[in-house]
């Protein structure tokens, strides 16, 4: 029988999910819960098979929807108790300095992920809650929280330091801790196959690059550096994130237009980037603007690759020079145009894209530099419930976590 593992992705108002077959690395069944706690309809999709199947109805909590979800999987399949199950891998954004590696669902450890809420508000409180209810849902299947901060756990302590008095720093746990490190973990571990040069000494860059943008620096397959911070705000141009902005601007609308913490929190992560330029987050919408003739998609296209090959000549002189630069996430694997804007900006440095492979689409990892250029530059798609499915199944075959904590079901 196959080996399964359920991949959960718990947010504010969503829940996504995905049914990951570990010999394969394929995901046989996934969905969606959307517009969880809202006052109105939420949105169910299960799609198994090649059948997509659909409906909407209020969805008042997390429960309520992964009730919904388990059902599902009975009413049209796979049924879970035949799938060859063997453990639910919850997707946490904040570990902070506590979980360094994966870890088992129990008591202590959904506690200590409430209280890192602080550090990840948005993300943290949803993705426990989602542990607590399918342990009680599931509770002779192992489940494993999985962090996307854990490959950031031990950047070099000069990229993880802020310059802020060292005492406020302490006490308020305030460093870099990065996100998204499940895809820059799993890109980083395939880039040196696809590219055919050994692991050990690789330099690289990693960008993801979607709704919500990142990039690291690695070298032999460890993060010397990263994009996101404190939070996920920092760092690249996003839908509707800033990124890097100087921090004054927060005390000038204060002062100027007597915002608050949750209309600023509001405006910095939800009503800027793409979004808060154009009014539009895609950038499929931002080409078509720019087709016709909007100069407001022009400018924010110019600000997204400014930031994007900033990020690249930072990493580059960190690392003392760049063997490959990957392109991964919804824009990195899909927009040829965003790649060709940037790597053209890097030709003076030997940078030589193929015009030709960077205007294929494919679900392939594949090279898109000529044999020439000074930089491979690859295309990889990410598999963030892969990685998730791996590191949950590794702890669930061990039945204990690197912390002490053992499955006793």
């Known amino acids: 029988m196959a080996k399964t593992v359920l991949v959960i992705n718990s947010g504010s108002s969503s829940i996504k999910y995905q049914l990951v077959d570990l010999e394969s690395g394929e995901g046989i069944a996934s969905g969606i819960v959307e517009k969880i706690g809202e006052p109105v309809d939420g949105h169910y999709k299960h ?146 196959s696809v590219v055919g040069k050994p692991a050990e000494g690789l330099k690289q860059i990693v960008l993801h690059i979607g709704n919500g943008a990142s990039a690291s620096a690695q070298i032999s397959g460890k993060p010397v550096e990263t994009s996101m911070g404190l939070t996920p705000l920092e760092g690249l141009m996003m839908g509707g994130r800033t990124g890097d902005i100087d921090p004054a601007v927060v005390f000038h609308l204060i002062r100027n237009a007597h915002m608050n913490v949750d209309e600023l929190d509001t405006l910095f992560n939800k009503r800027s980037g793409m979004t808060g330029m154009t009014g539009h987050g895609d950038l499929r919408d931002i080409h078509n603007l720019i087709a016709e003739g909007d100069e407001n998609a022009k400018l924010a296209l110019g600000v997204y690759v400014h930031r994007i090959v900033g990020y690249i000549g930072n990493y580059t002189a960190q690392m003392g020079g760049v063997d490959v630069i990957t392109f991964t996430a919804g824009v990195g694997e899909n927009d040829e145009i965003v790649r060709a804007r940037v790597c053209e900006k890097l030709e003076p440095f030997g940078v030589k894209l193929d015009k030709e492979k960077n205007l294929v689409r494919s679900k392939e990892p594949r090279v898109i530099s000529t044999p020439d250029s000074s930089v491979i530059i690859a295309v990889i798609p990410t598999n963030e419930e892969l990685a998730i499915a791996r590191k949950a199944a590794a702890i669930a075959e061990a039945g204990e976590d690197t912390y002490g904590n053992k499955f006793n079901h």
């Not at 059948?51 to 879970?80: A, N």
């Not at 949803?126 to 009680?136: F, L, R, S």
């Open 47 to 192: 799609v198994f098979n090649g059948e997509k199947h659909e409906f909407d109805e209020p969805v008042h909590d997390h429960e309520q929807g992964l009730k919904r979800v388990l059902g599902f999987f009975e009413e049209y399949g796979p049924k879970l108790s035949e799938s060859g199950i063997v453990a639910v891998g919850h997707r946490v954004v904040q570990g902070g300095l506590t979980f360094p590696k994966p870890a088992l669902v129990n008591e202590k450890t959904i506690n200590k992920v409430k209280d890192l809420a602080v550090l990840a508000p948005l993300h943290n409180g949803p993705e426990a809650v989602g542990a607590e209810v399918m342990t009680e849902l599931l509770p002779d299947v192992p489940q494993i929280m999985v962090f996307d901060s854990s490959f950031f756990h031990d950047l070099p302590q000069v990229a993880a330091t802020y310059a802020l008095n060292k005492e406020i720093a302490d006490r308020y746990h305030i460093r870099r801790y990065g996100a998204h490190g499940t895809s820059h973990e799993y890109i980083g571990s395939v880039v040196p």
